[in-house]
T-cell receptor, first 112, second 114 residues
Framework: NAGVTQTPKFQVLKTGQSMTLQCAQD?????MSWYRQDPGMGLRLIHY???????DQGEVPNGYNVSRSTTEDFPLRLLSAAPSQTSVYFC???????????FGPGTRLLVL | GDSVTQMEGPVTLSEEAFLTINCTYT??????LFWYVQYPGEGLQLLLK?????DKGSNKGFEATYRKETTSFHLEKGSVQVSDSAVYFC?????????????FGKGTLLTVNP
């Protein structure tokens, strides 16, 4: 049981480049979400999904896209990276939205 | 909107000292309250939680009591160890709404010296 896994661990992008941050869980959790962590600001919700085929926006969705084609995977896409997206990104999952959320180890992203 | 305020860090203590990290919140209704811990280079782990007023969450010697009258959820430990060095986040989840988001405080860095 690997829990919540994220790849890559670290990535450097140039402004305008695109990339996908991967998130997978093997706990059959219905609810998955993406947060970004910035210094002095705690974590903020980007997008979330309550099940395969269902996604919705969190509080800071601009510049990010998500999809949920399977229960296990919830990738986060940056279509055109900007320096303001430099951050640490965490994926989380839970059985339901009101159950304990389990976090992945994070992806550190630097946009130059 | 909902918000969480926790004491500014960093906090530096000697081993076996008493720890308190203050956390207060603003939310309507009866949110669920959480403390998460982030060890260096790792993701967040749930430390403890409380889902209704006067509940006490506890784990690994840490405790926090949900105080509705003071809108607080302060984290305490009687005797800290070097291995407790980490960043601690207080968080809430609103009782209503459909996004189930966690609203986090800014985090408090704790360093415990031998």
């Amino acid at each position: 049981n690997a829990g919540v896994t994220q790849t890559p661990k670290f990535q450097v992008l140039k402004t305008g480049q695109s990339m996908t941050l991967q998130c997978a869980q093997d706990m059959n959790h219905e609810y998955m979400s993406w947060y970004r962590q910035d210094p002095g600001m705690g974590l903020r919700l980007i997008h979330y999904s309550v099940g395969a085929g269902i996604t919705d926006q969190g509080e800071v969705p601009n510049g990010y896209n998500v999809s949920r084609s399977t229960t296990e995977d919830f990738p986060l896409r940056l279509l055109s990276a900007a320096p303001s997206q430099t951050s640490v990104y965490f994926c989380a999952s839970s059985y339901g939205g009101r159950e304990t959320q389990y976090f992945g180890p994070g992806t550190r992203l630097l946009v130059l | 909107g909902d918000s969480v305020t926790q004491m500014e860090g960093p906090v530096t203590l000697s081993e076996e000292a008493f720890l308190t990290i203050n956390c207060t919140y603003t939310a309507t209704g009866y949110p669920s309250l959480f403390w998460y811990v982030q060890y260096p280079g790792e993701g967040l782990q749930l430390l403890l939680k409380a889902t209704k007023a006067d509940d006490k969450g506890s784990n690994k010697g840490f405790e926090a009591t949900y105080r509705k009258e003071t809108t607080s959820f302060h984290l305490e430990k009687g005797s800290v160890q070097v291995s407790d060095s980490a960043v601690y986040f207080c968080a809430l989840r609103a009782s209503g709404g459909s996004n189930y988001k966690l609203t986090f405080g800014k985090g408090t860095l704790l360093t415990v010296n031998p």
